[in-house]
């Protein structure tokens, strides 16, 4: 019987049937599902997190990438190291800190996380409104703070900052809240003063300026010696006059950078695919979100703190 079905038509079904199993097999390897945490969703982390998984995706079809909203940099550079994302937007101190199992990380070293591109400066802000009779840190003794989400780096920040005036969080009521959560707690008079670490302007605290009257704190010189003498990555910034609505003057304060981290164990191929794609269309991400317009190829590799990723290095080497 079987001799009675031509040649031809076997030959047509087995390659029928290679054809199906290499097509799926090609699909099977080339889709890949990426994931970049980001933070909360009145930061800057979020938003353009999600420009850049546009721009990914569009650049490279076989990639799906999403955003995650998360507390941000601690809890993100945890969800790089357990493989539970592929890349993380953090802040660079929090980033080295991780790596080398220092400060808040003594003891779990996550010695595979990776760099990819420093991105643009995350400025200490501390917002209060323009009525509440505090002026300086020190002010903030014996107030309701928010002092960031829980996971956060500003959370970290504030520490540091309030250290170096001598305060702790037994000085302090501590709220943890996401920056929409301080910005509406102020606005409702439940909170007193929040810290933000975040480029500026910064969505939350705009909206909180176009309703109130705020007040931006300055982190001084003589702190700055202070904290710099413990924590290298604090460089100081100004926020310029009108950066907020009501605010007419100059705000000296302190600022740490962004950065895009990978882990070693994610795939060089798409890190070197969604590096190009991110750093070839930065016009593009500019147009998506304002701070995209801070960063640049040429600056991206200036005072990274992580080793290199395999497929970052091969896209700024070419
Ligand atoms: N740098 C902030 C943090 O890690 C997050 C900033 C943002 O969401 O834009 O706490």
Redesign the pocket.
Same mark, same amino acid.
């Given at each position: 019987m079987f001799k009675r079905i031509p040649h031809v038509f076997i030959v047509v079904v087995v390659l029928m049937f290679a054809l199906v199993a290499m097509s799926s097999f090609a699909f099977a390897q080339q889709r890949t599902f990426v994931t970049i945490a @980001?933070? !909360?969703l009145a930061? =800057?982390?979020?938003p *353009?997190g999600g420009g850049m998984a546009r721009i990914v995706s569009e650049q490279y079809p076989h990639l799906t990438v999403s955003v995650q909203s998360t !507390? /941000?940099? =601690?809890a993100?550079v945890g969800l790089l190291d357990r493989g539970n994302v592929e890349f993380a *937007? #953090?802040?660079n101190d #929090?980033g080295y800190y991780a790596a080398t199992g220092t400060e808040m990380f003594a003891g779990r070293a996550m010695p595979g996380l990776r760099g990819v591109a420093m991105l643009y400066p995350?400025t200490i802000q501390i917002v209060t409104l323009a009525g509440s009779g505090i002026e300086s840190v020190a002010d903030l003794a014996g107030k309701r703070v928010a002092v !960031? /989400?829980a996971g956060?780096? @500003?959370?970290a920040?504030a520490r540091q900052i309030l250290a170096a005036h001598g305060l702790s969080y037994n000085d302090i009521r501590v709220d943890y809240l996401s920056?929409a959560e301080a910005a509406s707690n102020i606005r409702d008079r439940n909170v007193d003063a929040a810290f *933000?670490? /975040?480029?500026f302007p @910064?969505a939350a605290v705009t909206d909180l300026a176009t309703s109130l009257n705020i007040r931006v704190i300055p982190v001084l010189d003589s702190a700055f010696s202070t904290l710099s003498a413990d924590y290298p990555f604090y460089t100081q910034v100004t926020i310029p006059a009108g950066t907020y609505r009501n605010i007419d003057e100059d705000v000296q304060t302190v600022a =740490?950078m /962004?950065m895009l981290a990978t882990h070693e164990n994610v795939n060089a191929d798409v890190v070197y695919q969604s590096t190009k794609a991110i750093f070839d269309n930065l016009a593009t991400l500019a147009s998506l979100h304002s701070a995209g317009g801070r960063i640049s190829k040429e600056a991206a590799q200036d005072g990274q703190p992580l080793e290199l990723h395999e497929g970052t290095a091969r896209y700024f080497n070419e």
């Open positions: @980001t933070g !909360g930061g =800057v982390y979020y *353009l !507390g /941000a940099s =601690v993100n *937007l #953090i802040q #929090i995350e !960031g /989400a956060s780096g @500003t959370e920040n920056f *933000l670490t /975040a480029g @910064t =740490v /962004a």
